[in-house]
């Protein structure tokens, strides 16, 4: 329809001029009618074009204000470019509005949230990154990152190379300790938030003082009552049929809290410190694994259990001699506790292409996946009564994980119930050091 009516005007004048062509050599001279038909063309171009051109200037109006006045096609064309802009303005208008919203929610933030380019200068920022860390806006725009957060640890952690948080002191006050977060957009850019962790920081150390000075209160009593009943059960009156279970159950039940006063204070150790380099050493995994077993020795021989050593004698890792006891102990007792008689237990230390590998695996009833991710927890055991019953504090596990990571290790733990368990703590090769050979020790 709008095409015959784009036409009609042509239409109307062609027909006319068309059928004058044809009867002109009859009554007109023959050059008059080029010449009009060439007058009529050249209007008609020339009111298309000055259409156009109306059109042009309208739309570089800022405003969709009303269109000028048009005929013909053009009518129609200047009022669905009018609907158009006037649709497109309202879309705007709706995006500014939640851009604003979104910017002012930003603003309000008490986290410093910052938004990078693919080169790590910055974009945006809210008003706490002046505040938290020291940045000028919209001065710094277009600056580097790294020229607040000059240390290496830090530039790796904006270039996205490290881990996604990091924790430093905030530049404005280093009392107060900030933590920082990293999400990679999808334009190579990233945003970073960086949030005071002051507070949670300081609860968590009431926490674990008040944990380490309890177990630590503990500790004295224990071992007083420990003594007595000791005393008691040497003593005749210990001999006596009615009190002397009564005295056995006591003692179990005061070594039972002894180990877990033991482990909490373990625990608070590692939270409270970390590892100093001046109190490491060279230390013989293999000579720990020989005093542990010996340890173990009447229980293992009760169990008629069977040990596979595969233990590099001179391997030595620089580490503190407490850490790797606890690693070493925690994982050889709970294969010996939890892999039932006459079944095997294969112990492993080596040097691997992705690390040092202390690994112990049993051939026990193993752990059902959807435990596995929580054995490592403060106090979870998966059958509650089999482990108190055998002794345990549920806190081995929590204890070897975090003994490990102080070293940027990793604790893996692969099982299958029925076939067995196998943990593997794995420590950064640069750990590795070579032990004389007179420490290098023969397996039992
Ligand atoms: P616990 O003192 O109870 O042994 P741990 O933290 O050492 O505490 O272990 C947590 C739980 O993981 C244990 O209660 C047990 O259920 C499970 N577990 C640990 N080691 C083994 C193993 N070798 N075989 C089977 N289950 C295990």
Redesign the pocket.
């Known amino acids: 329809m709008k095409n015959i009516r784009a036409w009609a005007l042509p239409l109307f004048l062609w027909v006319p001029l068309l059928l004058s062509l044809i009867l002109s050599p009859l009554s007109w001279g023959v050059a008059i009618w080029p010449a009009a038909l060439g007058l009529i063309l050249a209007l008609w171009v020339g009111w298309h074009r000055q259409q156009l051109l109306n059109l042009t200037a309208w739309f570089q109006q800022p405003r969709a204000v009303l269109p000028p006045l048009a005929a013909g096609i053009w009518e129609e064309t200047f009022a669905a470019g009018y609907h158009w802009r006037r649709d497109q303005e309202a879309v705007h208008r709706q995006l500014t509005a939640q851009l604003v919203q979104l910017r002012d929610a930003l603003e309000a933030m008490p986290d410093a949230v910052l938004l990078l380019d693919g080169r790590g200068q910055l974009r945006w920022v809210n008003q706490s990154s002046t505040r938290l860390l020291r940045l000028q806006w919209p001065e710094d725009m277009g600056k580097p990152l790294r020229y607040w957060l000059r240390t290496p640890q830090m530039q790796r952690f904006v270039n996205g190379e490290s881990t996604s948080s990091i924790q430093m002191p905030a530049p404005t006050n280093p009392q107060h300790l900030l933590e920082g977060l990293r999400y990679p957009l999808a334009d190579a850019g990233a945003l970073i938030i960086f949030r005071d962790i002051t507070r949670i920081r300081h609860l968590e150390m009431v926490r674990q003082d008040f944990v380490a000075n309890v177990s630590h209160e503990l500790r004295s009593p224990l071992t007083v009552i420990r003594g007595f009943v000791e005393t008691l059960i040497d003593s005749p009156f210990g001999g006596d049929a009615e009190v002397s279970p009564q005295l056995k159950l006591m003692e179990q039940q005061t070594l039972r809290m002894q180990s877990l006063v033991e ?1 909490l204070l373990t625990l608070a150790r590692m939270e409270t410190a970390g590892v100093n380099p001046d109190e490491c050493e060279t230390v013989s995994v293999a000579a720990l694994v020989d005093d542990y077993l010996c340890a173990l020795q009447d229980r293992i021989r009760a169990k008629a259990l069977v040990l596979a050593l595969r233990m590099d004698h001179g391997l030595g890792i620089f580490s503190l001699n407490v850490d790797l006891g606890s690693i070493v102990r ?2 050889l ?3 010996v ?3 039932p008689s006459g079944r095997r237990i294969e112990i492993v230390w080596e040097r691997r292409d992705n690390g040092l590998c202390f690994m ?1 695996s ?1 051939s ?4 059902a996946p959807e ?1 596995l991710h929580r ?10 009564g ?3 019953q ?11 994980k975090h003994a490990v990571e102080r070293y940027q290790g990793c604790l893996e ?1 692969q ?1 299958e119930l029925g076939l ?2 196998c ?1 593997t703590a794995r420590f950064p090769l640069q750990m590795a050091r070579a032990l004389p050979l007179a420490e290098a020790v023969s397996d039992p």
Not at 364 to 367: E, K, R
Not at 390 to 400: N, P, S
């Open positions: 482990d925690n994982l007792e709970n294969a506790k939890y892999t112990v049993d026990g009833d193993g752990i435990y054995i490592t927890e403060r106090f979870y055991r998966v059958d509650k089999r482990s108190r055998l002794g345990g504090t549920g806190l081995g596990l929590a204890i070897v733990v099982s067995g368990s943990f």
